[in-house]
């Protein structure tokens, strides 16, 4: 099994979090900026400690919790696109990020099941 660190998509799970505490660094609206901040450095988070686990259940797992951390992501964009906390065009650009990076557990989730079959 590769290590966490050689994955694509952890790396732009890592890249994502980093491009959101710079774009939030001075919002005032602090419950969602801190939001937003764990829900991105969630997604990174998780793949790592689902590799870190040793099992393939628990890695199966903690890829679901770093999906639906960007289901979470993307939600806390939209909202903070229309209450006008987030420039739209920017916005949009990091809710694609979250969305390609869904994408791409999904596919990783999927080949995992092909090895366990």
């Not at 890592?14 to 969602?32: G, I, P, W």
């Not at 890695?59 to 960007?70: N, P, T, V, Y």
Request: net charge positive; aromatic share 8%.
């Amino acid at each position: 099994m590769p290590q966490f660190e050689d994955l694509d998509v952890w790396k732009r799970a890592c890249r994502l979090s980093v491009t959101l505490y710079k774009q939030f660094s001075d919002c005032r609206e602090y419950a969602f900026k801190d939001q937003v901040t764990r829900s991105g450095l969630s997604v990174a988070s998780n793949i790592a400690e689902g590799f870190e686990r040793e099992s393939r259940a628990e890695l199966m797992r903690f890829l679901r919790i770093a999906k639906g951390s960007c289901g979470e992501l993307r939600t806390q964009l939209f909202i903070g696109i229309e209450a006008d906390l987030v420039p739209r065009d920017k916005g949009l650009r990091l809710v694609d990020g979250a969305l390609q990076i869904s994408k791409m557990i999904s596919g990783l989730i999927k080949h995992q099941q092909k090895i366990n079959v």
